[in-house]
């Protein structure tokens, strides 16, 4: 696949996000695109499957900012923007992926830590 180079690179690159890189709801729609094709790409059970995660999230945020759907959006042409353009966007979908999932793992532990409260 086209996308596999870039979406690998959803694996690698840091940077931080900031409130100027916030991605628009197409840009979303396109990270979502570039994190599905490097989940068919990996190997490690946990990454395809944090992978497919933030790819589901960014998906439901498109519909619910933009008031569009996902049948929508998949054109030949949004495919083909995504794939002209994932070089650029990449770093930025990377740098959001790593947020969303900082914020899911405290999430977690904080879950974690009250039902061991209530285990008390």
Not at 19 to 31: T, V, W
Not at 33 to 40: E, F, H, P, V
Not at 61 to 68: H, L
């Amino acid at each position: 696949m086209r996308l596999f180079p870039v979406a690998a690179a959803l694996l690698c690159l840091a940077q931080p996000l900031s409130a100027q890189d916030a991605l628009s709801p197409d840009e979303e729609m396109r990270c979502a695109l570039m994190a599905l094709a490097a989940s068919g790409q990996v190997e490690d059970a946990q990454q395809k499957s944090g992978l497919a995660a933030v790819a589901t999230y960014w998906m439901g945020r498109y519909e619910a900012r933009s008031g569009g759907t996902l049948e929508a959006w998949g054109t030949r042409e949004a495919l083909q923007q995504t794939i002209a353009g994932a070089a650029a966007l990449a770093p930025r979908c990377e740098a959001a992926a790593r947020v969303i999932g900082q914020r899911i793992q405290a999430f977690g532990r904080q879950i974690a830590a009250l039902e061991e409260g209530d285990a008390r």
